[in-house]
Each structure stands twice: as C-alpha cells, then as structure tokens.
C-alpha cells in the first residue's frame, strides 16, 4: 500500500489552532476562525462571509470516523496561503459534501485560509515523547526550552489562574514526522525506568517565529541526527493530559495538538544518533506496519490509524489521553 504520498510542493503550513471553540452553528465557527485572520491582514476584508456562502452552495461536512469540515474560500480572498484548524467544544451539524441535504456533527473543523503568527507571551512548556511533562530535561536544562505556538485569542483557553492556583494556558503547538520506508515506519524509541520499550514519532513543538517545516527539519536533526524533507500534512492529533504522579515527580497537565507531515530521509541520509535526543530516548528503530500492535506505540491511537488502509484514514484523529 502506498502511505508516503510525494510532491515537489511546499507543505501547507498549519499556523492557527484554536481548541474547543464555542460556535452556535455552522457559521460560527468559520466567522470566528476568519475574524483572526482578517485581524491579521492576512485576508480581504470579503474572505468573513465568502465561506459561508461556498458552504451553502458546497457542504463541506465529512462523515468520516471522527466527523471533520472543511470550509474554504475562493483563492482571491487569500493574501497569504495557510491552513487554519479548529477543534469544537460541542458537535456542530454541516451540510454533508455531495449528500443533498444530509447533515454531520462536526467537532474538529479546518479552514484553507491564511498565516498567522501568535502573539501571546510564551512559556516553556515540557518535552515531547512518552516522557512528555516530566520535571526537567535536556530542553529545559538548555535554557530555551519548548514553546507555545498557539494565539489565545477569541474561543481559545488563555492564560488565567484555575481552581488551586493552577496555571491554564493555550495549548503548544507541535509538529511530527511520518517517515516510511518498505513497509515500515521510523520511530523514536525510549526506555522507560523498568525496562519497557515505548515508540512515538519524531518531532516536538514549534518555536515562535519558526515555521513548521523549519521545526521538523530541526526536529529530526536533534531527535534521529538525519535530515529530511518535508512534505504534506498527513493527520492531526490532540495529546492531553491530566496532573498526575510520574515516578514520585507531579506531571502538570500538558495539552499538544500536533499536525503529522509525510516526509521522507534526505538523499544519502539515515537516522542515528541525533544532536540532541529526547529525555529517555534510546535511539530509532523500524516498526512493521502490520505489526505495530506488538509494540507499545505513543498515541495508539497513531498505531490503529497507520494500520487502516490509507483511502479510509481520517485527517483528524481527535484527542489521545495520556
């Protein structure tokens, strides 16, 4: 089966996430997701209404295993090419595409739209992998640190002071790597403290001012040493995890949603020891497509999604708890 579609263009960047969006219909949500854009100048002051009325004339809503929308504009209400995503709060009905009439209830809910660079104050957040929120670190020890990528802004969680004292805050913004080769799939693996393997992909948040395809490429270098190329978005997953209690040391909840690009190893390139690994990574290995249910995959949800045949794979595979 083919799973590592190429193409000579540039990914699609992925620049606004906005997480359980309240929308009152199936207008809403695309009107809020346009509202940031317009405020960026990153589309005509006619894009608001234009994908509304092509949703009128061309239902977007797929009924796919996780329902997903994909209301869009025209071209000429687009300055800057973008992919804007949207997850909602509670199920919203689209009209079906090609269904005469049939409806979808939507929660996550994509625009083709426009760049837009978040500008709210950034804090380091806890490094990616099965080890994700635990207390130090090669990230934090190197002073910099992961950081946030998504805006507050209108329908997203800002950052405020929760029940307890807690710190909310907007979920980071990360990106990983889909790289397959002959039936398998590259993956980091760890090692965690009585011994058990554990594999996730490649990859770990972006930086402010970094665009995603300059995140993955940094990414892979640190976490397999290879360079690679970067080509489609191939899914998007959500991790979310509550505060609990790793190894005596309290983990904070950690909230990720991550776009999954296809890419592929450079020319001459092969993974190996990368410049600056994960906490607990032990290297790489090959995984079997048809055999990852032997192996402790981080989301499964992941596993069970690279294992469907790849005409019935959803974009979206909804939020994965930790």
Same mark, same amino acid.
């Given at each position: ?14 620049s606004l996430v906005l997480a359980r969006l309240e929308a009152a219909d199936a207008a ?61 709060? !509670?199920?919203? =009905?689209?009209?079906?595409? &090609?269904? *005469? %009439? ?7 809910? @994509?625009?083709? $739209? ?39 802004? !209108?329908?997203? =969680?800002?950052?405020?002071? &929760?029940? *307890? %004292? ?7 913004? @990360?990106?990983? $790597? ?39 490429? !940094? ?15 191939a899914c998007l997953f959500e991790i979310m995890m509550d505060r609990r209690m790793v ?76």
């Amino acid at each position: 089966m083919s799973t590592d579609p190429r193409t000579p263009r540039a990914p699609l960047a992925l620049s606004l996430v906005l997480a359980r969006l309240e929308a009152a219909d199936a207008a809403d949500a695309p009107r809020t997701l346009a509202g940031h854009l317009l405020d960026d100048g990153a589309v005509t002051d006619a894009f608001p209404e234009a994908p509304q009325a092509r949703e009128r004339r061309y239902p977007t809503g797929l009924p796919t295993p996780i329902p997903t929308a994909i209301p869009h504009a025209d071209p000429e209400h687009v300055l800057v090419p973008g992919l804007a995503l949207a997850t909602l709060a !509670r199920p919203v =009905a689209f009209g079906e595409m &090609g269904a *005469g %009439g049939g409806e979808v209830p939507v929660q996550p809910a @994509g625009h083709a $739209a426009a760049d837009r660079r978040a500008r709210s104050p950034r804090r380091p957040a806890a490094p990616d992998g099965p080890a994700a929120g635990r207390a130090g670190g090669r990230r934090a020890a190197r002073g910099r640190g992961r950081r946030d990528s998504a805006g507050t802004g !209108r329908g997203a =969680a800002g950052a405020c002071r &929760g029940r *307890g %004292g807690d710190r909310m805050r907007s979920p980071r913004l @990360g990106v990983k $790597a889909l790289i397959v080769r002959e039936g398998q799939v590259l993956m980091n693996r760890y090692l965690e403290p009585d011994g058990r393997e554990v594999f996730a992909l490649p990859g770990g948040g972006q930086e402010h001012g970094e665009d995603q395809t300059a995140a993955m490429v !940094r990414e892979c270098r640190e976490e397999i040493g290879a360079e690679v190329e970067v080509h489609q978005p191939a899914c998007l997953f959500e991790i979310m995890m509550d505060r609990r209690m790793v190894d005596g040391s309290p983990i904070p909840p950690f909230h990720q949603v991550n776009i999954a690009y296809w890419c592929g190893l450079a020319e001459g390139e092969e993974p190996g020891e990368g410049t600056e690994p994960d906490p607990g990574q032990a290297g790489t290995a090959w995984l079997a497509l048809d055999r990852l249910g032997e192996h402790v995959v981080h989301p499964p949800e992941l596993a069970r999604w690279l294992e469907q045949d790849p005409g019935s794979r959803p974009f979206s595979l909804g939020v994965c708890r930790g």
